[in-house]
């Protein structure tokens, strides 16, 4: 039996299948009509979302082994945890803009999209690289090693990015002026941009003239934070299969793929999660240290993924106990 994802076709074409069929019928069937998302309904989408990725990787265990399975489940958690600090962006996003709450949903739609894109590149690309930047071996304290130098940067920023992270101040983001995102400066550079939204179209025509809407604007803005997002939780699950990119990019999908339904399930209780930051700071710092000492000391898969699964646990649990109530300052 392979251990390597790749030789298991069949795996890979059922993820495809599922992916593509999931994304039509979310878009074509369920929500072909806009309106505002309810909890009810975004808690039966969070369910249906885990529930496959848990399939996917039941599948994974059965044709690939339990190491590969603790790898899909360790990468999938680290991102699907990661992604939750993506939910409080945004909220400002949408708030900012104005965006009627029966629209969010198209907007996440077509964000996931481009993640599913970009996502592809970064982790496929970033295993090419990393297969390319080992340094020849040597011996260290009597023991033969081998650096990798990717690996090593991406650890060293994923501790820098984990302490700033946890001392980073909760009303950075704000303030912030989302309309001069990159996103929303390439939107602007190209096109003019209606001053009101039409209804869930990118484009709207006034007085003959075509020309985009807000909500292209917000795409935008939000396609450029998930990009700023993957700079973290990218090299992070490069930590878990550096060599199995597809290990990486299905858990990596089904993490974001049920990040919509996630964001109109928090969306309202939001606050009840705010010790959650430093729990991801710690998950980053980690990572990070794990890349960095994987020459000397390797760190199991099934250990990350009970630490990784620990502290999320008692970050959630310490802002269930310790969170403000809605409405008072903390």
């Known amino acids: 039996m392979s251990n390597n994802l790749i030789d ?17 019928l979310d878009l074509g069937v369920f929500n072909k009509k806009v309106h505002a998302v309810s909890s009810k309904e975004a808690a039966i989408w969070s369910v249906v979302w885990i529930s496959l990725s848990m ?24 991102e699907k945890a990661l ?22 949903h198209k907007v996440l ?3 996931i999209i481009g993640a599913l894109v970009f996502r592809a590149i970064f982790i496929f690309a970033g295993v090419g690289l990393i297969n390319l930047t080992y340094l020849p071996e040597m011996t260290v304290f009597g023991e033969l090693i081998r650096i990798n130098v990717v690996l090593l940067i991406f650890g060293l920023f994923l501790i820098y990015a984990g302490i700033k992270s946890g001392l980073a101040n909760d009303h950075d983001d704000e303030d912030k002026d989302f309309s001069k995102s990159p996103g929303a400066r390439l939107i602007y550079k190209f096109f003019k941009v209606s001053k009101e939204f039409d209804g869930a179209k990118f484009f709207t025509v006034q007085n003959g003239v075509r020309l985009a809407t807000p909500l292209l604007v917000v795409v935008a803005v939000i396609e ?7 700079v973290d939780s990218i090299p992070a699950i490069f930590a878990i299969a550096p060599d199995d990119p ?17 964001y109109f399930l928090l969306a309202n209780f939001i606050y009840m999660f705010s010790l959650l930051k430093y729990g991801l700071a710690v998950i980053l710092a980690f990572i990070g240290v794990k890349m960095v000492i994987a020459p000397f ?3 199991s898969s099934p250990l990350s993924l009970s630490i990784v699964g620990g502290v999320l646990v008692l970050s959630v649990v310490a802002s269930l106990v310790f969170s403000p109530k809605k409405g008072v300052e903390g």
């Open 8 to 24: 298991h076709p069949g795996v890979i074409t059922g993820f495809a299948v599922v992916v593509v069929v999931m994304l039509l």
């Open 55 to 78: 399939i996917f990787s039941g599948v994974i265990y059965l044709t690939s082994g339990f190491e590969k399975f603790t790898q899909f489940q360790s990468a999938y958690w680290i």
């Open 83 to 104: 992604s939750v600090d993506n939910l409080f962006v945004f909220i400002l996003v949408f708030g900012f803009f104005n965006v009627p709450k029966e629209l969010h």
């Open 109 to 111: 739609f077509w964000g």
């Open 224 to 230: 450029f934070t998930d990009l700023l997002f993957a």
């Open 246 to 262: 597809l290990i990486l990019y299905t858990s990596n999908i089904f993490a974001i793929l049920g990040l919509r339904a996630l």
């Open 297 to 299: 000391y390797h760190i």
